[in-house]
C-alpha cells in the first residue's frame, strides 16, 4: 500500500510559478511511475504529466508543455510538479497518483492506469 501526501497548492497571479509536492510512503516507490493529474470546476480530470521510475522519462499535456516540469527524488520518496508562467486556465485541484505497474491496455495520460491517488491540492490562478 501506497499513501500519497499532495502540498503546494495556492492561490497565485498570472505569470507566477508555484511547485507542488507528493510525498509517498512505501518501499517500492522508486519502481513507481508517478503521474499528476487536474480537475477544473465542472470538468473532467486530465492528465498533466507523468515521470519514470529513474526521473529520466517524462510526459506532459500539450497544454503545459515548456511550463510545467516534472522530476522526483526517490531518496525523499517525493515527486515534484514545478509550475511556471503559471495561466488561469491552469486553475484546478491537483492530484499525484503512483502507478505500481499493473499490466493495463491503457497509457500513462489514463487515470485507469493509476493505482494510488493523493488527496489533491488546491491551484488558483488569477488573471
Known amino acids: 500500500q501506497v499513501q500519497l501526501v499532495v502540498s503546494g497548492g495556492g492561490l497565485v497571479q498570472a505569470g507566477d510559478s508555484l511547485r507542488l509536492s507528493c510525498a509517498a510512503s512505501?518501499?517500492?516507490?522508486?519502481?513507481?511511475?508517478m503521474g499528476w493529474f487536474r480537475q477544473a470546476p465542472g470538468k473532467e480530470r486530465e492528465f498533466v504529466s507523468a515521470i519514470g521510475w529513474s526521473g529520466e522519462n517524462t510526459y506532459y499535456a500539450d497544454s503545459v508543455k515548456g511550463r510545467f516540469t516534472i522530476s522526483r527524488d526517490n531518496a525523499k520518496n517525493t515527486v515534484y510538479l514545478q509550475m511556471n508562467s503559471l495561466k488561469p486556465e491552469d486553475t484546478a485541484v491537483y492530484y499525484c497518483?503512483?502507478?505500481?505497474?499493473?499490466?493495463?491496455?491503457?497509457?500513462?495520460?489514463?487515470?485507469?492506469?493509476?493505482?494510488?491517488w493523493g488527496q489533491g491540492t488546491q491551484v488558483t490562478v488569477s488573471s
Open positions: 497518483a503512483a502507478d505500481k505497474g499493473r499490466v493495463v491496455a491503457v497509457g500513462l495520460n489514463d487515470e485507469r492506469r493509476y493505482d494510488y
Open positions: 512505501g518501499r517500492t516507490y522508486s519502481r513507481y511511475y
